[in-house]
């Protein structure tokens, strides 16, 4: 039996001095195997025994030796802090979280359950729900004479300001030509994707599944509702607020509401819609 377990950690990418593994029997192995499959390790195969990463004192994560971590952190168990990231005073990094190489979080910020972070910092007393992905390669692709797909380089970072809260599941990626920027005080619900070089103003207010393509500018004190769409490449400047499932194509450069596909100011909005009641009703009497 514990040759057909470390064959079966062996099948998992785990190595063959794997400590979890132990001769168990057949009625035990169903109720060991969670325990089994959840043992401390990063998602590279790194686990808190490996010679370079240590147990946290304060919570049992794991961290690098070359990580810089203020001793009030406080790291669960399971969560990974790799080399030479940064961790502030007061932070609180969630079981499952993954804290890539040569990220900062600043003080007092909370990091939710299976958040990853990498390429990117986060400020001072945020709030990251779980599942948050931040930092990641954008979505960008050219295509050769012979129609095949090649990846853009995505080298830069992106950067969240301080007191910034972001709803589970939300994906930020990094820049390519440019840092993805979130301002400070900015507010983004579950469910958003902000793309690559994205820059968002401070104050800002983003509802759920919200897309944002990249390239895009948002000014200061923007507000968002729900499945709002905006192309790449588009600006918009401060104070505008969108409604609900509206869709923007092309540059707003004057504060107000606005709605619609393709967005245009509400007022002009509410009467295409009422046009195309008043159409409707004639066709079908």
Known sequence: MALALRRFAASFGYPPHFQCVRALSPLRFANSYSSFVSC??????VGADHPEFRKWHNGGGSFHKFACIDPTV???????VHSKSVVGQ??????GAVVGPCVTIGQSTKIGYNVALSNCSIGDSCIIHNGVCIGQDGFGFTVDEHGNMLKKPQMLNARVGNYVEIGANTCIDRGSWRDTVVGDHSKIDNLVQIGHNVVIGKSCMLCGQVGIAGSVTIGDYVTMGGRVAVRDHV??????????TSCVTKDITEPGDYGGFPAVPVHEWRRQVANYCRTSKKRNP
Do not use: C, Q, T, Y
């Not at 401390?40 to 195969?45: F, N, P, Q, V």
């Not at 406080?74 to 990974?80: H, K, L, N, P, R």
């Open 40 to 45: 401390d390790s990063s998602e590279d195969g």
């Open 74 to 80: 406080f790291i669960e168990f399971g969560a990974v």
């Open 90 to 95: 007061h932070a609180h990094i969630g079981s």
């Open 235 to 244: 600006s918009i400047v401060s104070k505008v607020r969108l409604a609900a």
